[in-house]
C-alpha cells in the first residue's frame, strides 16, 4: 500500500511563493509516477506536475509552466513542487498522488493512490 502526506500549504499575498511537500512510503514497485493536483472548489481536479520515478523527468501542466518546479530528494521518498510568482487563480486544494498506470499525464483517474491534500490560498 503507498501512502502519500502533503504538507508545506498557506496563505500567501499575489506574488508569493510555497513549497509543497509530498512524503511517499510504501513500496515503490506499486507506482511508476508521482504527480500533484489541485482542485478549487466548485471546479474539477487539474494535474499541475508529474514526475517519472525511474528517469526523474518531470513535467509541468501549460497553467503553471514556468511559475512551478516538481522535483525530488537524493532518497526519493519526498517529492516537492516550488510554486513560486503565485496568484489568486491558484488557490485550491493541493493533493499528491501516486500511480502505476500509464496514458494521459493529467488524468486524475489513472493514478491509484492520493494523498488528504494541502490548501493553498492566494490573495490580491
Known amino acids: 500500500q503507498v501512502r502519500l502526506v502533503e504538507s508545506g500549504g498557506g496563505s500567501v499575498q499575489t506574488g508569493g511563493s510555497l513549497r509543497l511537500s509530498c512524503e511517499v512510503s510504501?513500496?515503490?514497485?506499486?507506482?511508476?509516477?508521482v504527480g500533484w493536483f489541485r482542485q478549487a472548489p466548485g471546479k474539477e481536479r487539474e494535474g499541475v506536475a508529474t514526475?517519472?520515478?525511474?528517469?526523474?523527468?518531470?513535467y509541468s501542466a501549460d497553467s503553471v509552466k514556468g511559475r512551478f518546479t516538481m522535483s525530488r530528494d537524493n532518497g526519493q521518498n519526498t517529492v516537492y513542487l516550488q510554486m513560486n510568482s503565485l496568484k489568486p487563480e491558484d488557490t485550491a486544494m493541493y493533493y499528491c498522488?501516486?500511480?502505476?498506470?500509464?496514458?494521459?499525464?493529467?488524468?486524475?483517474?489513472?493514478?491509484?493512490?492520493w494523498g488528504q491534500g494541502t490548501q493553498v490560498t492566494v490573495s490580491s
Open positions: 498522488a501516486a500511480t502505476s498506470q500509464g496514458g494521459y499525464l493529467w488524468s486524475a483517474d489513472k493514478y491509484t493512490y
Open positions: 510504501g513500496s515503490t514497485d506499486d507506482y511508476t509516477r
Open positions: 514526475i517519472f520515478t525511474v528517469t526523474g523527468i518531470t
